[in-house]
């Protein structure tokens, strides 16, 4: 099993940054895809990005690139989301994931969740 705690998240205002963290526990995640989901009430979850085992691929959504940046520390066994000129709309509980199969299944293979972090930025 692997736990996963995310932290860092908060209110910012628009044009803002936070660096979201997830810690995982349990097993070394070395050899897990990690990645971020997003969702609000209004809306379904989405990827946010995704990181492969070895940090070399990854993957982003296209609302958020060039603006958020994954990456991973596997000898700390957390995963981090930078998140740069934030908007409004990226108002949202955003959620760690991690999986062992490979990052392109990411979208639909999720085998660990973390509880979630609220990220809320104001216009």
């Known amino acids: 099993q692997v736990q996963l705690v995310e932290s860092g998240g908060g209110l910012v205002q628009a044009g803002g940054s936070l660096r979201l963290s997830c810690a995982a526990s349990?097993?070394?995640?070395?050899?897990?895809?990690m990645g971020w989901f997003r969702q609000c009430p209004e809306k379904e979850r989405e990827l946010v990005a995704a990181i492969s085992w070895t940090g070399t691929s990854t993957h982003y959504a296209d609302s958020v690139k060039g603006r958020f940046t994954i990456s991973r520390d596997n000898a700390k066994n957390t995963v981090y989301l930078q998140m740069n000129s934030l908007k409004p709309e990226d108002t949202a509980v955003y959620y760690c994931?991690?999986?062992?199969?490979?990052?392109?299944?990411?979208?639909?293979?999720?085998?660990?969740w973390g509880q979630g972090t609220q990220v809320t930025v104001s216009s």
């Open positions: 349990g097993r070394t995640i070395s050899s897990y895809t």
């Open positions: 994931a991690a999986d062992p199969r490979s990052i392109r299944s990411f979208l639909k293979n999720n085998d660990y």
